[in-house]
């Protein structure tokens, strides 16, 4: 009887031994990797620094330098507001400190003119990007005379929203079409080249152009909701 007594406080004694070291491991552990959640202000000044290198790497890459820019041409939405506003202090800083003026581009219509140049005349087709889960940014467009025209503004509308497309139509962009029973012809190119940012700015854009470079004037395309 004794025996088993030793044995149980024996078996007791080693589990609580066990679990003392495992809590603490693991306490230890937890504050090694643990790191403390970077504020918005440091994820936008990491991104802006990756801004910066890139812009250096593509004048490296073209064999100019800064002082040689003329114009800088950005897009300004819709998209993505975080990496937007980024983008844009970015070239609000460089414009800026070079003294030339900036262009904002509107993202959809910098797209349509990159489809304008390899679609035939009169073609009808669809921009379709995600807002969120269940919202998409969208607006129709037409080619003529090597250009395009606007045949539906562009706006934020449910996703489900069937009656705005045509059977067998030509959509461009990365929206998830709920419930759509049409045969659309998908394509899943969302954003423009940046040629064409650079095209549209230097074909629409010049009388456009932001010369006493102000933040209060540069302002991110958001098209409203019409429901």
């Known amino acids: 009887y004794l025996y088993l ?34 504020s918005t202000l440091d994820r936008s000044s990491a991104a802006s620094d990756v801004y910066k290198r890139q812009i250096e790497s593509v004048l490296l890459q073209s064999n100019i330098s800064k002082t040689e820019l003329k114009l800088i041409a950005i897009s300004s939405g819709p998209g993505s507001f975080t990496g937007l506003r980024i983008g844009m202090s970015a070239a609000k800083g460089l414009a800026q400190s070079l003294s030339i003026p900036l262009v904002q581009v509107p993202t959809f219509e910098a797209l349509s003119l990159e489809i304008s140049e390899f679609l035939p005349e009169k073609t009808l087709f669809s921009i379709a990007n995600k807002v969120g889960r269940d919202e998409m940014y969208f607006a129709k467009f037409q080619i003529m005379g090597n250009n395009y025209i606007f045949k539906q503004e562009l706006k934020i509308v449910p996703t489900n929203s069937v009656d705005l497309f045509w059977e067998r139509e030509l959509v461009f962009g990365n929206a998830l079409v709920k419930n759509v029973e049409l045969n659309l012809n998908l394509r899943k190119k969302s954003a423009p080249d940046p040629e064409y940012v650079a095209k549209w700015a230097a074909k629409f854009g010049l009388d456009k152009a932001i010369r006493d470079i102000d933040l209060s004037l540069i302002h991110i395309s958001e098209p409203t909701r019409p429901y």
Do not use: A, K, N
């Not at 024996?10 to 066990?18: A, D, K, P, S, T």
């Open 5 to 38: 007594v030793l044995c149980s406080f024996f078996c007791v004694y080693i589990l609580y031994v066990f679990f003392l070291f495992s809590f603490v491991f693991m306490f230890f552990l937890f504050l090694i990797i643990r790191r403390p959640p970077r």
